[in-house]
Each structure stands twice: as C-alpha cells, then as structure tokens.
C-alpha cells in the first residue's frame, strides 16, 4: 500500500512569509507526528496526534507554529511569518498506535528554505 | 523523561568491514529502543526495535542490535558493510506507559570507503 506522503517536497519562501507543510498518513494510521530535521542535528519532536485525542504540542517551538489534523487523516503543519531559523526538513511520521513500541513510518519530507 | 545518546557523529569503515555504531539511552525501567536508517533525500525506515524478549534483535538488511541492561546500550551491528550501507542512523528510546513520543538520538553518519 501506499506510505506516507508530503508536499511539497521542497519549498522555498521569504522571511515573513506563511507557509503550510502538507501530510498524508497510512490509512488507517491513527497517530500522526512532526518532525523538524535540521541540517547535521537529529529528529526534534514539534507535534504528535492521536486519534480524536488533543494533540500533544509540547514540542512546537514557538506560537509561530501550528498544526492541525482533519477527519484523522491529512495534517497540514502552518508556519506563521517564517525566519532563516526555521529552514530544515520537516518529517512527518505515522504508526498505528497499538503500543508505544509501534513502528514509525516516515514520509520522505519537506525541505524549508527561508531566504 | 528518556534520553538518548550515540556518541559518534561520523563513523567511517570499509566496504566488507565489520560494523558497530554505538547508541547509549537513559530511562528508569526497560524501554522501548529503536533503530533507523535514512537515505540521503529519504525519510527515517526502522531497522529494527526492541520492546521485550530476547536482547539480541534481529533487523532488516542484514543488522542486528543487543540490548545491554547493565550498560544501558542498544548497539547496532553489521558483520559485512556493504557500500550501500552509507547513510545516517539513528536510535530511538520510547517509554513504556508513557508517552507515545519516542526520543531520538542526534544520528551517526555512516561513511562506506571501496
């Protein structure tokens, strides 16, 4: 079946612009995670979904950031007058919540270039 | 909170060389530990993971990982690199009944020589 999918797959914008990052889960995945990779760091933990549940936001860096899941499937990540600092590749990742020792599927990303 | 660590940035072998890439984690019970592979331009893949049983673990592609409760490590292993092999690794630590957020180490980049 299908994995999981992203657009766009690159994005370049000026500082101060909005931009929103697009992910398309496994069907049927019920948790849904974002991810921010900057360049020669690890995975920085921005959000998590989980089902009908309240998201865990804990991890969004700023109120800049924003994120929202519809139906329980498609999550659109929203970046709010984007600074230099947040160009990195933003992974988004889903499993089916069975326990916490579920795989994570990972799309292939969104590479963000502020100028 | 868990906390992961792989104390090596970059990583260097030959192709057909034996493989350890190192991944130490913080946690006050048995967690749930992780490893995945990225591809240049690619999403993370898992490798393979450990939540109970049998400590040494076996993964796709030919790796295979121990999980050592004494030394609180989860080192991943390959007998025979092969060139394809290069890439970045990452482990990852979860919390059983806890959050569902696993911790992920900073990645070792894994750099395969002819």
């Known amino acids: 079946g299908a994995g999981v999918s992203q657009s766009p797959s690159n994005k370049v914008t000026e500082k101060g612009k909005d931009v929103e990052l697009r992910c398309d889960p496994i069907?049927?995945?019920?948790?849904l995670y974002w991810y921010r990779q900057s360049l020669g760091q690890g995975l920085e933990f921005l959000i998590y979904?989980?089902?009908?549940?309240?998201?865990?936001k804990s991890g969004l860096p700023s109120d800049r950031f924003s994120a929202e899941r519809t139906g329980g499937s498609v999550s659109t990540l929203t970046i709010q007058r984007t600074q230099q600092e947040d160009s990195a590749v933003y992974l988004c990742?889903?499993?089916?919540?069975?326990?916490?020792?579920?795989?994570?599927?990972f799309g292939p990303g969104t590479r963000l270039t502020v100028l | 909170a868990q906390s992961v660590t792989q104390p090596d940035i970059h990583i260097t072998v030959s192709e057909g060389a034996s493989l350890e890439l190192r991944c130490n984690y913080s946690y006050g019970a048995t967690p749930y530990l992780f490893w995945y592979v990225q591809s240049p331009g690619q999403g993370l893949q898992l490798l393979l993971k450990?939540?109970?049983?049998?400590?040494l673990v076996q993964g796709i592609k030919g790796f295979e990982a121990e999980f050592k409760r004494s030394q609180s490590s989860f080192n991943l292993r390959k007998p025979s690199v092969h060139w394809s092999d290069a890439a970045e690794y990452f482990c990852?630590?979860?919390?059983?009944?806890?959050?569902?957020?696993?911790?992920f180490g900073r990645g070792t980049s894994l750099i395969v020589h002819p």
């Open positions: 990852a630590v979860g919390a059983p009944g806890g959050s569902y957020i696993p911790t």
């Open positions: 069907s049927g995945h019920t948790a």
């Open positions: 990742a889903s499993s089916s919540q069975t326990g916490g020792h579920d795989t994570q599927y």
């Open positions: 979904f989980q089902g009908n549940s309240a998201p865990d």
């Open positions: 450990y939540f109970s049983g049998d400590t």
